[in-house]
């Protein structure tokens, strides 16, 4: 089983509706990052989160750390086709910020 | 963009062969990691390099192997290349101290045929 999952594998939202991925542990989170992918290209950074019950935005994106529950979500307010793309959270294991264990990924469509 | 650059951007290898991956770090920025992803995967983490030297390794053989030179460039050397290898090679790198923020590259479309 993966130590990482996300859910759901993949969304499909009318533009402006809100949504939400969850990422699950089964380990214990000391930090977790949040990635938006382009098919086939490189990562680009969204959040780091590092502290159980914190909570970062970014223009329209939110995340969150649940600690106890070893689960983050990243919520979406009013979608745009530019929100398209594949979401990926990424766990910081004990020892260094740059070994990270991701998920699967999210494929997030937002149709006009 | 994030400063971080990965050269070149495709390449087609056919099994058996050597291939070398180049990776040029944000300015600053002294440790670089790799990973590899295959498709509909979310990436894997292969190794780290600061300070010129492997700072840690994922479940990789020994056939993946590191360069990091003193200007923080990077390069991921992979021999007797197999078809599973196929995959998107991606470059990592971070300042010293700061762990907040991890920036990638574009990746390397690999394909062994």
């Known amino acids: 089983s993966q130590e990482l999952e996300q859910s759901p594998q993949s969304l499909i939202v009318q533009e402006g509706k809100n949504l939400t991925i969850n990422c699950t542990s089964s380990?214990?989170?000391?930090?977790l990052y949040w990635y938006k992918q382009k098919y086939g290209e490189g990562l680009i950074f969204l959040m780091m989160?590092?502290?159980?019950?914190e909570e970062k935005s970014h223009e329209k994106i939110t995340a969150k750390l649940d600690e106890k529950k070893q689960q983050s979500s990243l919520h979406i307010t009013a979608s745009q086709p530019s929100h398209a793309g594949i979401y990926l959270c990424?766990?910081?294991?004990?020892?260094?910020?740059?070994?990270?264990?991701f998920g699967k990924g999210t494929l997030l469509t937002v149709n006009p | 963009e994030t400063g971080v650059t990965q050269s070149p951007t495709h390449l087609i290898k056919t099994r058996g062969q050597q291939v070398t991956l180049r990776c040029s770090s944000q300015?600053?920025?002294?440790?670089v990691s790799w990973y590899q992803q295959a498709l509909g995967q979310g990436p894997q983490f292969i190794f780290q390099?600061?300070?010129?030297?492997?700072?840690g390794r994922g479940n990789f053989p020994p056939r993946f192997s590191g360069l990091q030179f003193p200007n923080y460039s990077s390069e991921l050397n992979v021999n007797a290349l197999e078809l599973d290898d196929s995959a998107l090679y991606l470059c990592?790198?971070?300042?010293?101290?700061?762990?907040?923020?991890?920036?990638f590259g574009s990746g390397t479309q690999l394909s062994v045929l």
């Open positions: 390099y600061y300070r010129e030297e492997e700072n």
């Open positions: 300015s600053g920025h002294n440790t």
């Open positions: 380990k214990t989170l000391y930090g």
């Open positions: 990592a790198s971070s300042s010293p101290g700061g762990g907040e923020k991890l920036f």
């Open positions: 990424g766990a910081v294991r004990g020892g260094s910020n740059y070994k990270l264990t």
């Open positions: 989160l590092q502290k159980g019950g």
